[in-house]
């Protein structure tokens, strides 16, 4: 990595005398300039007199600690990148640095070689980002999201993917079964610096521990019986981008092990294999345990979890969702509709009434799996309650017997349909998009409420 206009210059940020010029002599063999800063508060002046590519910076310093350097550089100067040098036990501080615009943290002792890697990242954003201005780039649009909420735990949900996203951290993405968690997963490398790069699924659970050691490290050829060619594992296939690990809690402790190296040293070896490979693949690991409790029960390495959980996104469940039943259904309609050239002219009121009582033990995958059923099965033009699997049925008109004064369909959808103008601004055509329906069914169902 060079600059073909100028020298790359880092400024080190830390009260070790020791640590700042052992930093800077390494920086300068890589052919790049260092500054140095022994504390906070020179660090912020110093940026607001020379440009530089990157800042590395040390937590813990005696005037002016390095949050609030960075708080205050970050409000001054968001696009330069700020990477967090910290102990173990700050580790919290630092995550909370990165979840409001930090690049990424190291943790003390460096890995020079992570380092190395972290800073080149940061560097070539910078310059990408200086390019875009001297070109006076528009902003690219932000990739729409494939995520369908408009509830409140979904909105918190959709701004820590913002937050979290464009960084390099490792993410523990967290919830029941069929909440989505490989939805957020493919969102969280939509909206990365590494969206162009490869989004690399494995599931942990599908695989004997034989062969999930194979997919993700690869094997030599002859390794084992029918390794009759070289193969590259997950990790290296995913360079350059993402490689999300679901269901990470039912690896067995030996293959965490091996896990643990790869988040530690960024390197492997393939089965049967002597030669160490790097890798600089992003990952996201998934779970439907709850690993702290996997951890004292002693079925989950607690070093490896810890690497994993630096930034955690817990999904929902779809009973914690309110209003987002009634998007998903008509979203799912939609969809098995055109996929099975069958033609949906509406839901019945009591087949929705049924849809927004049931609890989804099974979440949006158990919803998505009755809604396509639904639509196979039915024999004319509308989704009834009878098309519904009977479990769904059941229980369904059991929590209707059970709630008191229940509200009506039509005060659900009320509901629901002055909620998205609201938050819309009396905009009808974007809250006809976000409910599901065109534009000529919003103005009828505004006038059979009498609110035009």
Same mark, same amino acid.
């Given at each position: 990595?060079?600059?073909?206009?100028?020298?790359?210059?880092?400024?080190?940020?830390?009260?070790?005398?020791?640590?700042?010029?052992?930093?800077?002599?390494?920086?300068?063999?890589?052919?790049?300039?260092?500054?140095?800063?022994?504390?906070?508060?020179?660090?912020?002046?110093?940026?607001?007199?020379?440009?530089?590519?990157?800042?590395?910076?040390?937590?813990?310093?005696?005037?002016?600690?390095?949050?609030?350097?960075?708080?205050?550089?970050?409000?001054?100067?968001?696009?330069?990148?700020?990477?967090?040098?910290?102990?173990?036990?700050?580790?919290?501080?630092?995550?909370?640095?990165?979840?409001?615009?930090?690049?990424?943290?190291?943790?003390?002792?460096?890995?020079?070689?992570?380092?190395?890697?972290?800073?080149?990242?940061?560097?070539?954003?910078?310059?990408?980002?200086?390019?875009?201005?001297?070109?006076?780039?528009?902003?690219?649009?932000?990739?729409?999201?494939?995520?369908?909420?408009?509830?409140?735990?979904?909105?918190?949900?959709?701004?820590?993917?913002?937050?979290?996203?464009?960084?390099?951290?490792?993410?523990?993405?967290?919830?029941?079964?069929?909440?989505?968690?490989?939805?957020?997963?493919?969102?969280?490398?939509?909206?990365?610096?590494?969206?162009?790069?490869?989004?690399?699924?494995?599931?942990?659970?599908?695989?004997?521990?034989?062969?999930?050691?194979?997919? %993700?490290?690869? !094997? #030599?050829?002859?390794?084992?019986? @029918?390794?009759?060619?070289? *193969?590259?594992?997950?990790?290296?296939? /995913? =360079?350059?981008?993402?490689?999300?690990?679901?269901?990470?809690?039912?690896?067995?402790?030996?293959?965490?092990?091996?896990?643990?190296?790869? %988040?530690?040293? !960024? #390197?492997?070896?393939?089965?049967? @294999?002597?030669?160490?490979? *790097?890798?600089?693949?992003?990952?996201? /690991? =998934?779970?439907?345990?709850?690993?702290?409790?996997?951890?004292?029960?002693?079925?989950?390495?607690?070093?490896?979890?810890?690497?994993?959980?630096?930034?955690?996104?817990?999904?929902?469940?779809?009973?914690?969702?309110?209003?987002?039943?009634?998007?998903?259904?008509?979203?799912?309609?939609?969809?098995?509709?055109?996929?099975?050239?069958?033609?949906?002219?509406?839901?019945?009121?009591?087949?929705?009434?049924?849809?927004?009582?049931?609890?989804?033990?099974?979440?949006?995958?158990?919803?998505?799996?009755?809604?396509?059923?639904?639509?196979?099965?039915?024999?004319?033009?509308?989704?009834?309650?009878?098309?519904?699997?009977?479990?769904?049925?059941?229980?369904?008109?059991?929590?209707?017997?059970?709630?008191?004064?229940?509200?009506?369909?039509?005060?659900?959808?009320?509901?629901?349909?002055?909620?998205?103008?609201?938050?819309?601004?009396?905009?009808?055509?974007?809250?006809?998009?976000?409910?599901?329906?065109?534009?000529?069914?919003?103005?009828?169902?505004?006038?059979?409420?009498?609110?035009?």
């Amino acid at each position: 990595m060079s600059s073909e206009e100028r020298q790359v210059t880092i400024l080190v940020v830390d009260d070790e005398q020791v640590h700042r010029y052992m930093l800077c002599s390494m920086f300068k063999e890589w052919g790049w300039k260092c500054i140095e800063a022994d504390d906070g508060r020179t660090a912020v002046e110093a940026v607001e007199k020379f440009v530089y590519d990157a800042v590395l910076m040390d937590v813990r310093m005696a005037r002016m600690d390095g949050m609030e350097a960075f708080n205050r550089i970050h409000a001054a100067h968001p696009a330069l990148p700020v990477i967090i040098m910290t102990a173990y036990s700050s580790v919290d501080a630092a995550v909370e640095a990165i979840k409001h615009g930090a690049h990424d943290y190291l943790t003390k002792p460096l890995d020079f070689d992570r380092l190395r890697l972290t800073l080149e990242r940061a560097v070539d954003r910078r310059q990408v980002e200086e390019k875009k201005r001297e070109r006076k780039k528009v902003t690219p649009t932000p990739t729409p999201s494939a995520i369908i909420g408009n509830s409140p735990p979904m909105q918190e949900l959709l701004e820590m993917i913002s937050y979290v996203a464009p960084t390099e951290a490792t993410v523990l993405i967290t919830g029941e079964s069929g909440t989505g968690k490989e939805l957020v997963a493919a969102e969280l490398h939509q909206n990365s610096e590494r969206s162009d790069g490869p989004f690399v699924r494995v599931n942990c659970a599908a695989l004997a521990e034989s062969l999930l050691e194979s997919e %993700l490290f690869g !094997h #030599e050829k002859g390794a084992f019986t @029918g390794a009759d060619r070289l *193969r590259e594992g997950k990790f290296v296939q /995913a =360079a350059g981008g993402t490689l999300f690990l679901d269901e990470i809690g039912e690896t067995s402790q030996a293959m965490q092990v091996k896990m643990l190296r790869v %988040l530690q040293e !960024h #390197e492997l070896q393939r089965v049967g @294999g002597e030669e160490t490979i *790097r890798t600089d693949a992003r990952i996201i /690991a =998934a779970t439907n345990r709850d690993l702290e409790e996997e951890v004292r029960a002693g079925n989950f390495r607690e070093d490896l979890y810890y690497r994993l959980n630096v930034v955690t996104v817990d999904v929902p469940p779809l009973r914690e969702r309110g209003e987002d039943v009634m998007l998903l259904v008509n979203h799912f309609v939609r969809k098995f509709s055109e996929k099975n050239r069958r033609v949906v002219a509406g839901i019945t009121p009591e087949c929705m009434e049924l849809l927004t009582a049931y609890h989804w033990p099974g979440n949006v995958r158990e919803l998505e799996n009755a809604i396509e059923r639904g639509v196979i099965l039915m024999r004319g033009e509308h989704l009834t309650e009878k098309n519904l699997p009977l479990p769904i049925q059941k229980q369904g008109q059991k929590v209707q017997e059970e709630t008191a004064q229940p509200a009506s369909l039509q005060e659900v959808e009320k509901d629901l349909i002055l909620k998205t103008l609201a938050e819309t601004g009396g905009n009808k055509s974007e809250a006809a998009r976000r409910l599901g329906i065109t534009r000529k069914t919003l103005q009828n169902k505004l006038h059979k409420y009498d609110e035009l």
